[in-house]
Structure formats: C-alpha cells, structure tokens
C-alpha cells in the first residue's frame, strides 16, 4: 500500500514557476514509476509526466515539454514536478500517481495503482 500526498499548489501569474511535490509512504517507494495528472474543471484527467524508477527516464506530454520537468529523490521518497512558463491553460488540480509498472500503462489514468488527493495550480493572465 502507498499513500500519496501533494502539496506545492497555489496561485500563480503567466509566466512564473511554482515547484509541487508529492511525498510517499511505505518502504518500497523505489520499486513505483511515478507521474502526475492533471484535470482542468470540465475536463478529463490528463497525463502530464512518468518518471522511471530510479529517475533515469522520464516521459513527458506534448503540452509541458520544455517547460515542466519530473524529478524524484528515492532517499525522500519525494516526487517533484518543477512548472516553468506557466499559462493559464495549465490551471488545474495536480495529482500524482504511482504505479510498479513505467510504460503504456501510464497513459490510461484508470490503470494505476495508486493516487493522492491532489493540489490546486492556478495561473492567473
């Protein structure tokens, strides 16, 4: 069992930088890929980035390329994600997930194993 909580969220203008992350229980967080979604009001919740179990690979969306980065640090079992540029697209409740497997998986947010409760990020115009 992993329990997942984030924090890091608030209220930002276009164009500044906020850093989340997201703390995990238990003993094994090294053996779970970890990634965060995100879902604007309305709207589905969407991939945004995975990182691999040891930190040496990462995935990210189309949309945050170059402006978002995953990092972990297994010794903290912590989990950042690192905003940069912010637009006001990018509003939305920010959760991170964990799962044992990095792959296709992390596409399909009903087929991870585990969430947090999430942190809200608005950027303001």
């Known amino acids: 069992q992993v329990q997942l909580v984030e924090s890091g969220g608030g209220l930002v203008q276009a164009g500044g930088s906020l850093r989340l992350s997201c703390a995990a229980s238990?003993?094994?967080?090294?053996?779970?890929?970890m990634g965060w979604f995100r879902q604007a009001p309305g709207k589905e919740r969407e991939f945004v980035a995975v990182?691999?179990?040891?930190?040496?690979?990462?995935y990210y969306a189309d949309s945050v390329k170059g402006r978002i980065t995953i990092s972990r640090d297994n010794a903290k079992n912590t989990v950042y994600l690192q905003m940069n540029s912010l637009k006001p697209e990018d509003t939305a409740v920010y959760y991170c997930a964990a799962d044992p497997l990095y792959g296709s998986n992390w596409y399909r947010a009903g087929d991870l194993d585990y969430w947090g409760k999430g942190t809200l990020v608005t950027v303001s115009s």
């Open positions: 238990g003993r094994t967080f090294s053996s779970y890929a």
């Open positions: 990182i691999s179990w040891s930190g040496g690979s990462t």
